[in-house]
C-alpha cells in the first residue's frame, strides 16, 4: 500500500522511531513531510527512548503517537511498554509501526533469523495486539484493522503493525548527505594499517562488512576481527570485556554514530573502567546510514566532551587522513584509554558484499585467536 496511506489511516500527527531499511519509504515519507520537527517527528536514540517519548506526547496532548522500529528494537521496549505504558499501569496507547526483518521463509541475515521468528510472539506476551500488512494487503483491511485498534487504543492499550518486506510503497525520494569529505571504508583501512595483528571489535551495519572486505583485499585472515553484526549499541562493551581481560594486548573498538547514541551509557562505563589497552573510534557520519541514510542527532553534539566528561582520559576528533594516521598511532603507543572521533561523508559503494563467513565461524576464529594472546 501507499505509504501515505498508511499514515492517514494512523491517525497519528506524531511519530517517534528509529529508522529501519524494512520501513524506508516510511521513513522517508515522514522526512519528507517533517524533516526533522519535535512537534511531528523525532528520530531517537533508541527504540525504548522513543517509547517514551510517546508517552510524553500522549501525556501532554490525550493523542495517540506512533513509534517505528526494526523488530530488533523489541527487546529495547519491553521495559518501558511493560512497567509505563501497559494499562495495568499508565495505560497509555502507542501505535508501533514493525519492520519484519527475518521473516520465517525469507532469507535475512544472521542477526534477523531469531528475532524474526519471535517477533508476533513478543509483542503478544507484551499484549500488543498485532496486524502484519503485505504487499498483497489492501487499504480496506488495514482500515478495518485501524478500526479494531482504536477500540483497544481507547481502552489504554498498545497496538503493532508489522510490515513485511516491501508492504510499504511509494516512498518519496530524499537525499541525504553532510559536508565531509572522508570515507568511511576508507578510514577503515587506514585502521586496519595501524592496528596490524591486534584484535577489532566493529560495530553492526556497513562497518562491519567493510571491515571484513578490507581483510579480503588484503589477503588477511578475519581472525582478527568480532563483527558485531546485530546488538546494535553493545559492540564498545564488547570490547571493554575482552579488553578487561587481555590487559596486555591493545584492542580496537570500531563504533559508528548511531550505535553510540543507542547505549551512549556504556561510554561511562568505559570511562569509568579507564581499560590502558583499548581504543575506541567513532566513524561518525551523522546519519543511520546502513538502513537508508536517515539522520542521527551526533551531528549536534560534542562526542569529545561527552568522552572527556564520562572518564576517557584521551579524546579526540579528526577530519582528515593525515590527522587520523596521527591519532591512530598515538593511541597505538600510548597505555591509556582513547576516544578518536572521525568525521566521515555519506555514502558506500553499491557492490558492497557481506561476511562470508558464518557469525558462528566469526566467533570461534575470533575467540581461538585471541586465547593465543597474553
Same mark, same amino acid.
Given at each position: 500500500?501507499?505509504?501515505?496511506?498508511?499514515?492517514?489511516?494512523?491517525?497519528?500527527?506524531?511519530?517517534?522511531?528509529?529508522?529501519?531499511?524494512?520501513?524506508?519509504?516510511?521513513?522517508?515519507?515522514?522526512?519528507?513531510?517533517?524533516?526533522?520537527?519535535?512537534?511531528?517527528?523525532?528520530?531517537?536514540?533508541?527504540?525504548?527512548?522513543?517509547?517514551?517519548?510517546?508517552?510524553?506526547?500522549?501525556?501532554?496532548?490525550?493523542?495517540?503517537?506512533?513509534?517505528?522500529?526494526?523488530?530488533?528494537?523489541?527487546?529495547?521496549?519491553?521495559?518501558?511498554?511493560?512497567? $509505563?505504558?501497559?494499562?495495568?499501569?499508565?495505560?497509555?496507547?502507542?501505535?508501533?509501526?514493525?519492520?519484519?526483518?527475518?521473516?520465517?521463509?525469507?532469507?535475512?541475515?544472521?542477526?534477523?533469523?531469531?528475532?524474526?521468528?519471535?517477533?508476533?510472539?513478543?509483542?503478544?506476551?507484551?499484549?500488543?495486539?498485532?496486524?502484519?500488512?503485505?504487499?498483497?494487503?489492501?487499504?480496506?483491511?488495514?482500515?478495518? &484493522?485501524?478500526?479494531?485498534?482504536?477500540?483497544?487504543?481507547?481502552?489504554?492499550?498498545?497496538?503493532?503493525?508489522?510490515?513485511?518486506?516491501?508492504?510499504?510503497?511509494?516512498?518519496?525520494?530524499?537525499?541525504?548527505?553532510?559536508?565531509?569529505?572522508?570515507?568511511?571504508?576508507?578510514?577503515?583501512?587506514?585502521?586496519?594499517?595501524?592496528?596490524?595483528?591486534?584484535?577489532?571489535?566493529?560495530?553492526?551495519?556497513?562497518?562491519?562488512?567493510? $571491515?571484513?572486505?578490507?581483510?579480503? &583485499?588484503?589477503?588477511?585472515?578475519?581472525?582478527?576481527?568480532?563483527?558485531?553484526?546485530?546488538?546494535?549499541?553493545?559492540?564498545?562493551?564488547?570490547?571493554?570485556?575482552?579488553?578487561?581481560?587481555?590487559?596486555?594486548?591493545?584492542?580496537?573498538?570500531?563504533?559508528?554514530?548511531? &550505535?553510540?547514541?543507542?547505549?551512549?551509557?556504556?561510554?561511562?562505563?568505559?570511562?569509568?573502567?579507564?581499560?590502558?589497552?583499548?581504543?575506541?573510534?567513532?566513524?561518525?557520519?551523522?546519519?543511520?546510514?546502513?538502513?537508508?541514510?536517515?539522520?542521527?542527532?551526533?551531528?549536534?553534539?560534542?562526542?569529545?566532551?561527552?568522552?572527556?566528561?564520562?572518564?576517557?582520559?584521551?579524546?579526540?576528533?579528526?577530519?582528515?587522513?593525515?590527522?587520523?594516521?596521527?591519532?591512530?598511532?598515538?593511541?597505538?603507543?600510548?597505555?591509556?584509554?582513547?576516544?578518536?572521533?572521525?568525521?566521515?561523508?555519506?555514502?558506500?559503494?553499491?557492490?558492497?558484499?557481506?561476511?562470508?563467513?558464518?557469525?558462528?565461524?566469526?566467533?570461534?576464529?575470533?575467540?581461538?585467536?585471541?586465547?593465543?594472546?597474553?
Amino acid at each position: 500500500m501507499k505509504v501515505s496511506k498508511f499514515v492517514e489511516i494512523t491517525g497519528s500527527d506524531f511519530f517517534t522511531g528509529v529508522p529501519d531499511s524494512q520501513l524506508k519509504p516510511l521513513c522517508n515519507y515522514l522526512m519528507d513531510t517533517y524533516g526533522i520537527d519535535s512537534k511531528h517527528h523525532i528520530i531517537a536514540a533508541n527504540e525504548g527512548n522513543c517509547t517514551a517519548l510517546a508517552a510524553g506526547y500522549h501525556l501532554a496532548t490525550g493523542k495517540v503517537p506512533v513509534v517505528y522500529m526494526q523488530n530488533s528494537g523489541e527487546g529495547n521496549i519491553i521495559n518501558p511498554v511493560a512497567s $509505563l505504558l501497559n494499562d495495568k499501569v499508565y495505560a497509555i496507547p502507542v501505535i508501533f509501526v514493525v519492520g519484519w526483518r527475518g521473516e520465517p521463509g525469507i532469507h535475512d541475515e544472521p542477526q534477523h533469523i531469531y528475532q524474526g521468528e519471535v517477533t508476533v510472539k513478543l509483542l503478544n506476551d507484551m499484549d500488543i495486539a498485532t496486524f502484519v500488512i503485505g504487499q498483497e494487503t489492501t487499504d480496506d483491511e488495514v482500515r478495518e &484493522a485501524m478500526d479494531g485498534f482504536d477500540t483497544l487504543l481507547k481502552k489504554g492499550k498498545d497496538v503493532a503493525f508489522i510490515i513485511r518486506k516491501g508492504a510499504l510503497t511509494d516512498s518519496p525520494k530524499v537525499e541525504y548527505k553532510n559536508d565531509n569529505s572522508m570515507l568511511r571504508e576508507e578510514i577503515i583501512k587506514h585502521i586496519v594499517a595501524v592496528s596490524g595483528e591486534d584484535p577489532i571489535v566493529s560495530t553492526t551495519g556497513k562497518a562491519s562488512r567493510e $571491515l571484513f572486505e578490507t581483510r579480503e &583485499a588484503n589477503n588477511q585472515s578475519h581472525k582478527y576481527d568480532f563483527l558485531t553484526v546485530g546488538s546494535m549499541g553493545h559492540s564498545s562493551s564488547i570490547a571493554l570485556g575482552v579488553a578487561i581481560n587481555k590487559p596486555d594486548q591493545k584492542i580496537w573498538c570500531i563504533d559508528g554514530d548511531g &550505535a553510540v547514541l543507542m547505549h551512549m551509557g556504556s561510554m561511562a562505563v568505559l570511562g569509568s573502567n579507564k581499560p590502558e589497552n583499548m581504543v575506541h573510534i567513532v566513524i561518525n557520519n551523522g546519519a543511520h546510514e546502513t538502513v537508508g541514510g536517515m539522520p542521527t542527532v551526533a551531528s549536534d553534539i560534542d562526542l569529545v566532551a561527552v568522552a572527556k566528561a564520562c572518564g576517557y582520559p584521551n579524546a579526540i576528533c579528526v577530519d582528515t587522513f593525515e590527522d587520523l594516521d596521527r591519532e591512530l598511532t598515538s593511541a597505538k603507543e600510548r597505555n591509556e584509554l582513547s576516544l578518536i572521533e572521525v568525521k566521515c561523508s555519506i555514502g558506500a559503494r553499491e557492490d558492497l558484499g557481506r561476511p562470508t563467513t558464518t557469525a558462528l565461524e566469526n566467533k570461534e576464529n575470533f575467540m581461538n585467536y585471541i586465547n593465543t594472546l597474553k
